[in-house]
């Protein structure tokens, strides 16, 4: 069984405060786009490899020992509650960078709760996979609903929104910088906005450029240089909207379809089209 675990960026992105269990509270809204990871597990005749699960990957290199891997994670959280659960064989081909703010990782571990729902017939419904979604990561829940959505709390309350991107090409660029969650938020100082980013999506595109706002994007900025670089080379080249994705590293712009020219990148920076 084959799936192909999609990325998203983030709607603005705003850290109100630091709760008393580490986590931070936040609001954002999630949009899925279509630059996809492929995903392939099947039921292995013997308990070779990690515990019952066999893991392989290619494309993007995963650095670490797979046993941290959210695909494997996914495998042993629901092998606790259903044991019935055989071995698998399973092979993640990476093509959403890492560490770059689009929600890769986090959507190949929702993803693969999801495949192995199919393959076992566990009967689980999407309330279900949300909560073992959880324990994978705060984002992860967002990829088994996989449409818009308004996220506060850690972004793992979830209200479906209702904004449609079609009509705009999405640029993705990442200049290769892996940026860790913990360096990210080493920047922050937690601040409740005065505008919600919910009531800011409801203006035209062309006016988000004065009040949608990452909160990450001003420290790490100043941390690495090529994003600012990136982001005003998007709005020269006729981006109507441009800005930091997540806590990671990439950089989006939407441009109008009809806006005739390609964008043309920095030798070093790797674009994608979401």
Same mark, same amino acid.
């Given at each position: 069984?084959?799936?192909?675990?999609?990325?998203?960026?983030?709607?603005?992105?705003?850290?109100?405060?630091?709760?008393?269990?580490?986590?931070?509270?936040?609001?954002?809204?999630?949009?899925?786009?279509?630059?996809?990871?492929?995903?392939?597990?099947?039921?292995? $005749?013997?308990?070779?490899?990690?515990?019952?699960?066999?893991? =392989?990957?290619? &494309?993007?290199?995963?650095?670490?020992?797979?046993?941290?891997?959210?695909?494997?994670?996914?495998?042993?959280?629901?092998?606790?509650?259903?044991?019935? #659960?055989?071995?698998?064989?399973? /092979?993640?081909?990476?093509?959403? +960078?890492?560490?770059?703010?689009?929600? &890769?990782?986090?959507?190949?571990?929702?993803? #693969?709760?999801?495949?192995?729902?199919?393959?076992?017939?566990? &009967?689980?419904?999407?309330?279900?996979?949300?909560?073992?979604? *959880?324990?994978?990561?705060?984002?992860?829940?967002?990829?088994? %609903?996989?449409?818009?959505?308004?996220? =506060?709390?850690?972004?793992?309350?979830?209200? !479906?929104? $209702?904004?449609?991107?079609?009509?705009?090409?999405?640029?993705?660029?990442?200049?290769?910088?892996?940026?860790?969650?913990?360096?990210?938020?080493?920047?922050?100082?937690?601040?409740? !906005?005065?505008?919600?980013?919910?009531?800011?999506?409801?203006? $035209?595109?062309?006016?988000?450029?004065?009040? *949608?706002?990452?909160?990450?994007?001003?420290?790490?900025?100043?941390?690495?240089?090529?994003?600012?670089?990136?982001?005003?080379?998007?709005?020269?080249? &006729?981006?109507?909207?441009? %800005?930091?994705?997540? =806590?990671? %590293? =990439?950089?989006?712009? *939407?441009?109008?379809?009809? /806006?005739?020219? +390609?964008?043309? !990148?920095? %030798?070093?920076?790797?674009?994608?089209?979401?």
């Amino acid at each position: 069984m084959v799936v192909f675990p999609n990325c998203k960026i983030n709607l603005g992105l705003n850290i109100i405060r630091k709760r008393e269990d580490g986590y931070h509270d936040l609001e954002t809204v999630f949009y899925p786009l279509s630059l996809r990871d492929a995903l392939e597990a099947i039921r292995s $005749p013997d308990s070779t490899g990690n515990n019952g699960i066999h893991f =392989t990957q290619s &494309g993007i290199l995963i650095p670490g020992d797979h046993s941290t891997n959210l695909c494997v994670k996914a495998w042993h959280l629901l092998r606790k509650d259903f044991p019935q #659960m055989g071995p698998v064989t399973c /092979h993640l081909h990476k093509v959403i +960078p890492m560490g770059a703010g689009l929600g &890769g990782g986090s959507a190949d571990g929702a993803f #693969m709760l999801q495949l192995l729902n199919q393959l076992y017939h566990l &009967g689980m419904e999407e309330k279900d996979l949300r909560e073992y979604a *959880l324990q994978l990561g705060s984002d992860c829940p967002f990829f088994i %609903s996989n449409t818009p959505c308004f996220a =506060t709390g850690r972004g793992e309350i979830l209200e !479906p929104y $209702p904004i449609d991107l079609s009509a705009y090409r999405i640029i993705l660029v990442n200049p290769g910088i892996h940026i860790s969650t913990a360096q990210a938020f080493a920047g922050i100082q937690p601040t409740r !906005p005065g505008v919600s980013i919910s009531r800011i999506l409801q203006q $035209p595109v062309a006016e988000w450029r004065d009040q *949608l706002f990452n909160d990450f994007e001003k420290s790490l900025s100043q941390i690495h240089s090529k994003l600012a670089a990136i982001k005003t080379a998007l709005y020269d080249q &006729g981006a109507v909207y441009a %800005s930091l994705t997540g =806590t990671g %590293s =990439t950089v989006y712009g *939407l441009f109008d379809k009809n /806006h005739p020219q +390609p964008f043309v !990148p920095h %030798s070093d920076w790797k674009v994608y089209e979401g």
